[in-house]
């Protein structure tokens, strides 16, 4: 079958539809590559939060997929809102590559011994994240794609940005990474590629199906849904991270204040049988916790 894929025009989300288009290939399928703009992309020099949040990377491309344009689009799945558009579904999410964050730091790791430093990020999650840890240190926006902020750190006088590893990997800049932040909880389905398609369209879903990594696909869908149930927009400082070994999952998530200074973790376990109950129980506790209070407050931040 000849599929249609549409694509982002960033290094990348080609380099991971390309990834999709090989192993549609391989299943002996054709394909075309659709470059398609997205409002995240047009608008550079204001925050996320202020634009539409992560839909504005995806809507461009939903609406390309029920306009019957493409077939299938393919996202780094962190950018998928919880909800998605009528008419369209998650038909695979690939194994995932490593979930954790990482610094790109300008001139090595010195500055974390220093009393101040200069950190970039557009990420509310990774910001309240690093000033829990590091009070003392400043946190300026960035934007763009990931070889953009690497030269935009190397072309300013900041210390260090925050940037996913399993990005850094995909794009052969994995000495890029100066520290893996194993102590920071990830974005819900951080790390893995997600294919979206359209539900009426049963020839696509069974084609795409064959990718899907089950294990990756239920890690990911219980940190969305911790997400979804805490009604975690945009702006919210929210992390979850779930693995499983040996029939066994555990999750850890995490609820902050946009300054950081207040924090609420989350570790919790269970069957992999229960799955979605874990992500109810998970998004129970940090609300008993007080996180609706932390995530309305980010919210009315992001409006001020």
Known sequence: ????????????????????????????????????????????????????????????????????????????????????????????????????????????????????????????????????????????????NVPTRIQKLKQSKWDATILASAGLIRLGLKNEIDQELTWMVSAPAQGAVAIICHTENESIKSIVNELNDEDTALCTSIERSFLNILNGGCSAPVGAHVTLSENKLYLNGVVLSSDGKEKILISLKDDKANGLNLAQRAAQEAKDKGAQKLIESAENEKYS
Request: glycine residues 6%.
């Open 1 to 144: 079958m000849h599929i249609k894929i549409g694509s982002r025009k960033s290094k990348l989300a080609l380099r991971q539809t390309h990834n999709v288009a090989d192993r549609l290939t391989k299943l002996g399928h054709t394909y075309e590559i659709i470059l398609i703009e997205s409002e995240g992309d047009k608008v550079l020099d204001t925050p996320l939060s202020l634009i539409g949040g992560k839909g504005v990377f995806t809507k461009a491309l939903d609406n390309a997929i029920l306009n019957k344009k493409i077939d299938i689009a393919v996202h780094s799945f962190k950018d998928i809102p919880t909800i998605l558009e009528s008419n369209l579904e998650i038909g695979a999410i690939l194994k995932r590559e490593n979930p954790k964050d990482a610094i790109v730091c300008r001139k090595g790791l010195e500055f974390l011994n220093n009393d101040s430093a200069v950190i970039a990020t557009g990420s509310n999650r990774r910001k309240a994240q690093w000033l829990n840890k590091y009070p003392n240190h400043k946190i300026v926006s960035i934007r763009g």
